[in-house]
């Protein structure tokens, strides 16, 4: 399937990147949409509005937080003025966190978004 969300799409909602960093960010934001929800977003005639959302979401908080922009940029942990002194955070431990988080919010964009055979997009092949 072509992208989950265009360049043009991402822009009109507010994106960060620019068009020549976005595809490769939003193939990486595909596949982690794609193993969330075990491919099953790849198989539908229509991307889902909240897929969408969430695409943009992580590719903005990758920009910002990911491993990536870390290893670039870090963000200080600390700072003092007086006697100059900086000390940055573990990037890895940082970068970890963040995909944890953003597992959890982009879970939340697609609770109870189902596929074109009504199949939520987060099953997981166990009925509760």
Excluded: C, N
């Amino acid at each position: 399937m072509a992208q989950y969300l265009s360049y043009e799409e991402y822009a009109a909602l507010g994106g960060r990147l620019g068009e020549a960093e976005y595809p490769p960010a939003e193939l990486k934001a595909r596949r982690r949409i794609d193993a969330m929800t075990h491919g099953r977003v790849a198989r539908m005639a229509r991307v889902p509005e909240e897929v969408k959302a969430a695409v943009a979401e992580i590719i903005d908080v990758e920009a910002v937080y990911g491993a990536t922009a870390q290893a670039v940029a870090p963000v200080a942990e600390s700072f003092s003025t007086d006697g100059y002194s900086e000390s940055y955070g573990d990037a890895r431990a940082r970068a970890q966190e963040v995909r944890r988080q953003l597992a959890e919010g982009i879970a939340a964009l697609l609770d109870g978004v189902t596929d074109d055979e009504g199949t939520p997009l987060l099953y997981a092949g166990v009925w509760s």
